[in-house]
């Protein structure tokens, strides 16, 4: 091999690879292709920090989801407050539904699949969904087991409703947690309750030496390095949405204050008298949610908010 312009000689002798090696790296490569890396998948999540994602059930309402400056719209065949009104088993949205919003729009789409059911998921994968939703919206298929979700390229987002389930679901390989809330209600107070729950959790972790912190980690049924990670962090070591029964603006500032790095949004939009101006509104607020006055002029003039029913009303 000639010398290169520095005089630095390099001999083919001391570049060569073994087969052996070369095919067990191309194994290595095309493995991590195939399921994807957790700082991937966690990355991909990052991108919606700051954002809101919007339910919809047609392209048009995704379209109305994206001018209004969603980051991301979630593809659902009902909307949790006709999911709640309805009844019925509640399974993953039709296919060709989800590829019609997928092309509809250019933000991302996200589809929900039911709890503990990895084919429903592998389904939306394979149709090429930018995040799952694994989600108890739907009606649990797997009362038992979650899905494994290191076994996917796409990452996932799951509920939780404290500190215990959010880190069991990282485990499992969630990329992203939402506070469960009560979907299709309009009433944000669960959202609120699980938000500051997972908050307390955090700063109960942070006060806890390591002794005290392996006795919680086993308290919780979770990993002590992830415990241990969240209470170095001071947060869950993925983005964390609210979700569950958000209807106005001032109820996406209010899980703002409390740490959330965006939020979910369904039924408290397109169950509004005035769906378009809504959306728009509660991505303006997501954004500007330390600004009290600016926040009283996107909540105005609005129509109104979808009925809703009272947390306190709901059967569990």
Same mark, same amino acid.
């Given at each position: 091999?000639?010398?290169?312009?520095?005089?630095?000689?390099?001999?083919?002798?001391?570049?060569?690879?073994?087969?052996?090696?070369?095919?067990?790296?191309?194994?290595?490569?095309?493995?991590?292709?195939?399921?994807?890396?957790?700082?991937?998948?966690?990355?991909?999540?990052?991108?919606?920090?700051?954002?809101?994602?919007?339910?919809?059930?047609?392209?048009?309402?995704? &379209?109305?989801?994206?001018? +209004? #400056?969603?980051?991301? /719209?979630?593809?659902?065949? *009902?909307?949790?407050?006709? %999911? $709640?009104? !309805?009844?019925?088993?509640?399974?993953?949205?039709?296919?060709?539904?989800?590829?019609?919003?997928?092309?509809?729009?250019?933000?991302?789409?996200?589809?929900?699949?039911?709890?503990?059911?990895?084919?429903?998921?592998?389904?939306?994968?394979?149709?090429?969904?930018?995040?799952?939703?694994?989600?108890?919206?739907?009606?649990?298929?797997?009362?038992?087991?979650?899905?494994?979700?290191?076994?996917?390229?796409?990452?996932?987002?799951?509920?939780?409703?404290?500190?215990?389930?959010?880190?069991?679901?990282?485990?499992?390989?969630?990329?992203?947690? &939402?506070?469960?809330?009560? +979907? #299709?209600?309009?009433? /944000?107070?669960?959202?609120? *309750?699980?938000?500051?729950? %997972? $908050?307390? !959790?955090?700063?109960?972790?942070?006060?806890?030496?390591?002794?005290?912190?392996?006795?919680?980690?086993?308290?919780?049924?979770?990993?002590?390095?992830?415990?241990?990670?969240?209470?170095?962090?001071?947060?869950?070591?993925?983005?964390?949405?609210?979700?569950?029964?958000?209807?106005?603006?001032?109820?996406?500032?209010?899980?703002?204050?409390?740490?959330?790095?965006?939020?979910?949004?369904?039924?408290?939009?397109?169950?509004?008298?005035?769906?378009?101006?809504?959306?728009?509104?509660?991505?303006?607020?997501?954004?500007?949610?330390?600004?009290?006055?600016?926040?009283?002029?996107?909540?105005?003039?609005?129509?109104?908010?979808?009925?809703?029913?009272?947390?306190?009303?709901?059967?569990?």
């Amino acid at each position: 091999m000639n010398g290169l312009n520095n005089g630095v000689h390099l001999e083919v002798s001391n570049l060569s690879l073994s087969k052996t090696k070369v095919e067990k790296t191309t194994k290595d490569l095309a493995a991590l292709c195939k399921t994807g890396t957790f700082k991937v998948k966690s990355g991909m999540a990052q991108m919606a920090k700051g954002g809101i994602i919007m339910d919809v059930t047609t392209a048009e309402e995704a &379209r109305v989801a994206e001018n +209004a #400056g969603a980051c991301a /719209v979630m593809s659902l065949e *009902r909307v949790p407050a006709d %999911i $709640r009104k !309805q009844g019925g088993v509640a399974r993953m949205t039709d296919p060709k539904r989800t590829k019609e919003i997928m092309n509809a729009v250019t933000i991302p789409v996200m589809a929900k699949a039911r709890i503990g059911h990895f084919a429903e998921a592998q389904i939306l994968e394979a149709i090429g969904v930018d995040m799952i939703d694994e989600s108890e919206v739907l009606t649990t298929a797997d009362e038992t087991n979650h899905i494994d979700k290191h076994n996917f390229t796409v990452p996932f987002v799951c509920g939780a409703r404290d500190l215990g389930e959010a880190l069991r679901r990282i485990s499992e390989g969630a990329a992203m947690i &939402r506070t469960k809330g009560q +979907a #299709g209600t309009g009433d /944000v107070a669960e959202a609120v *309750r699980h938000a500051r729950a %997972i $908050r307390n !959790q955090i700063r109960h972790a942070q006060s806890l030496d390591t002794a005290e912190l392996f006795t919680f980690a086993k308290e919780l049924r979770v990993p002590f390095d992830l415990l241990q990670k969240t209470a170095e962090m001071g947060r869950l070591p993925v983005v964390n949405f609210a979700a569950g029964g958000l209807a106005t603006p001032a109820d996406v500032a209010l899980l703002m204050h409390l740490g959330m790095d965006g939020v979910f949004v369904g039924s408290g939009i397109f169950k509004s008298e005035n769906p378009q101006k809504r959306a728009w509104a509660m991505a303006q607020a997501v954004t500007h949610y330390k600004n009290p006055k600016k926040l009283a002029e996107l909540s105005e003039d609005l129509g109104e908010a979808m009925f809703g029913t009272p947390v306190s009303d709901v059967k569990h």
